[in-house]
């Protein structure tokens, strides 16, 4: 939807993707709550969700658009990493990687 938008009102993306690390906490809190799991019954799910929107984002971004990809998960840097390269995204740093360490600590 934030592609679609953006592209329908011209404005530039910025988008940082992360990928859910608490699933079993958000399991807990919904139970806890009455409410619906907000999270994949899965952790393929999830990557798949995850692997999903970031090609899609990577795939319909324009010359301005920037991405950071937050993930630990091998194959998703692989995924981006190839799709940069064909995308020639390479050399102007707009698709750019980070990671959380100890965060919950």
Partial sequence: MEVATAKQFGYNMGIKLIRGAYMLE???????????????ESIEDTHKCYNDNMSHIINNMTEKDMMLVASHNTESVDIATNLIDERDFKSNNRVVFGQLRGFSD
């Fill in 26 to 40: 958000e399991r807990d809190l919904a139970q806890k709550g009455g409410y619906e799991s907000p999270v994949f």
